[in-house]
């Protein structure tokens, strides 16, 4: 595998403000990267580098092997792109607008009608001008644009915005397919479920810095679990097991945060009279929240 | 140029581009119409057209023989609703050729394919340029339509008269292409389309004073409209001006690539 979105040491100043300050990472082929962080945090502003939008104040940023700076239309020919907050053009039907996007990309948009009928994107809806669409069927029709070229690497910034629950459902899925593929995803989000369902690895950007990069899982994996214990009967001596953090409870239950090895901690309970047990890792959301404190 | 873009900014206004064609010619031609009432046999207003006040022709942009067919067609040509219609045929697509796109969001899902801004902005450039002539075209629509049908302006020469177009098409030529670069500059549409209007109603006032008082009339070559006379085009002279106008489309056209092509896209 190698990496098809390289991004180092990108900074990006607007007047006296630095929105993007030394950000590096890459994403590698075939794997899907969620790229996180509060509203304001920098991560549009790194998506519209990394795009050819915004020109870096300094860096290096690669997409497909192409340099962004020097070989954009080649990088761009790779991707498939749905803005955060984009606007269609009001006295276009959907259809025209699919059209119109699509004649602008060198792949042809193959999955177009497979994707709007998956979207319940009717030939009714897609006749009609979209200053009558909703904010859903808006961004079916930006979803619709990222994925009808089937590029090799797909941007998502805040993609389900606007979306009911069935179609996040099936925007999880298909994202799942883009993946099987041997597609590629940078998700950006400040929606955390999203990050944590798609994604294999995240990257979190706190005030444009870049705090933490690694696997979703490893977030919140090497982080706190959430304990919940039931015995039959009291512990002699009272409760003292390894890696407790914050217990609540008394006798027989007891809630606690656990931090470490759980193989130690199982091996601790052994020694009880356990009638239930219940372990929760902690989740992305209280990871981030953890690490952002007041919301960065 | 990319052909999708230009053919998805017309198609934006084709309907008023139409309208706006349409009400141009039909302008022209009741101008026209009103020449037998205002200046042929026993018309109310011959006497005064004969030798206008000095402010009358001023604001006509210039001497002419007014009381003929051909001179009363350049007192249209500075009829405010024939420069407004004229006006809203350079500014319908350059004034939100990008401001009008950033401010909505669509411009991010048209760059981020591999479509080059030059590209994107000479495609909006053409359109722009197409406009203009359609609205012009609709204007010479108007007065063939009038000189074959009146029989007090049959006397129009038809070379006068697509010279006294042409050069009103170069003029907003040349202010489409200001609007285009004023776009490219701006991130709000109505800014964009004010600054533009702004500058077209500031350039034909600068004309009238410089047309007025002797001692301003230095103030005049720094309006697009004092080279662009229509009274001199339809007796064959000032052609060489409207290089002027060429001139000017062309900078603020190189301006505009050059402003686009640096400049960050954020809304």
């Not at chain 1, 590096?24 to 998506?47: D, H, M, Q, R």
């Not at chain 2, 047309?211 to 080279?227: D, I, K, M, Q």
Request: negative net charge.
């Amino acid at each position: 595998m190698s990496a098809i979105v390289e991004v180092e040491g990108l900074s990006k100043r607007f007047g006296d403000v630095e929105a993007v300050a030394g950000v590096s990472f890459s994403v590698e082929e075939g794997e899907a990267f969620g790229y996180l962080g509060p509203n304001g945090a920098g991560k549009t502003t790194t998506i519209r580098c990394l795009l050819g939008l915004v020109t870096p104040t300094a860096g290096r940023l690669r997409v497909a092997g192409r340099d962004v700076g020097s070989d954009l239309q080649r990088a761009l020919a790779e991707v498939g792109y749905l803005p955060g907050e984009f606007g269609l053009w009001p006295s276009m039907t959907g259809e025209e607008i699919l059209g119109y996007l699509g004649a602008l990309h060198p792949r042809p948009p193959d999955r177009r009608d497979e994707l709007c009928e998956r979207f319940d994107l009717s030939p009714r809806d897609l006749g009609r001008q979209v200053r009558f669409y909703s904010r859903g069927m808006k961004q079916k029709v930006g979803i619709v644009q990222a994925f009808q070229h089937a590029a090799p690497l797909v941007v998502l910034d805040e993609p389900t915005e606007g979306l009911d629950p069935v179609m996040k459902d099936r925007f999880v899925s298909l994202l799942a397919e883009h993946r099987a593929a041997g597609g590629t995803i940078l998700l950006s989000s400040h929606i955390l479920s999203e990050v944590e369902l798609a994604t294999d690895r995240v990257g979190v950007l706190r005030r444009g810095e870049l705090v933490k990069v690694g696997p979703t899982r490893d977030l919140t994996g090497d982080r706190v679990r959430h304990v919940t214990l039931t015995l039959t009967k009291p512990a002699p001596g009272g409760l003292s097991l390894p890696g407790v953090e914050t217990i609540e409870g008394s006798e027989r239950q007891f809630r606690f945060d656990h931090r470490g090895d759980v193989g130690e901690l199982l091996r601790a309970l052994a020694g009880l009279a356990v009638e239930d047990l219940l372990i929760q890792p902690e989740t992305l959301t209280e990871a981030f929240f953890d690490i952002y404190g007041d919301g960065g | 140029m990319n052909g999708a873009v230009l053919r998805a900014s017309l198609g934006a206004v084709a309907r008023t581009l139409a309208i706006v064609s349409l009400g141009t010619g039909a302008f022209f031609f009741l101008i026209l119409l009103s020449f037998p009432s205002f200046i042929g046999e026993g018309g109310i207003a011959a006497e005064f057209f004969r030798e206008p006040p000095r402010y009358i022709e001023a604001f006509l942009g210039g001497s002419a023989s007014f009381v003929e067919p051909s001179g009363w067609l350049v007192v249209g040509m500075t009829h405010p609703v024939i420069l407004a219609l004229q006006t809203s045929g350079a500014l319908m697509i350059a004034a939100g050729s990008v401001a009008a796109e950033l401010e909505r969001g669509s411009l991010e899902l048209v760059l981020t394919r591999p479509v080059r801004r030059s590209s994107f902005l000479a495609a909006k450039m053409t359109a722009s340029l197409v406009a203009v002539t359609v609205v012009h075209l609709g204007g010479l629509a108007g007065v063939l339509v009038a000189r074959a049908t009146i029989a007090e302006v049959g006397a129009i020469d038809v070379t006068d008269a697509l010279l006294a177009i042409l050069g009103s098409m170069v003029l907003f030529w040349a202010f489409a292409a200001v609007g285009t670069l004023v776009s490219a500059v701006s991130s709000l549409r109505g800014r964009a389309v004010g600054a533009g209007v702004g500058i077209i109603v500031a350039s034909f006032f600068l004309n009238f004073l410089s047309n007025l008082f002797e001692g301003l009339r230095w103030l005049g070559y720094a309006s697009p409209f004092h080279y662009f006379r229509a009274g001199d085009l339809v007796e064959g002279r000032g052609l060489a001006d409207l290089w002027v106008l060429v001139g000017l489309g062309v900078a603020a056209a190189f301006l505009a690539f050059r402003r686009f092509a640096r400049r960050d896209l954020t809304s």
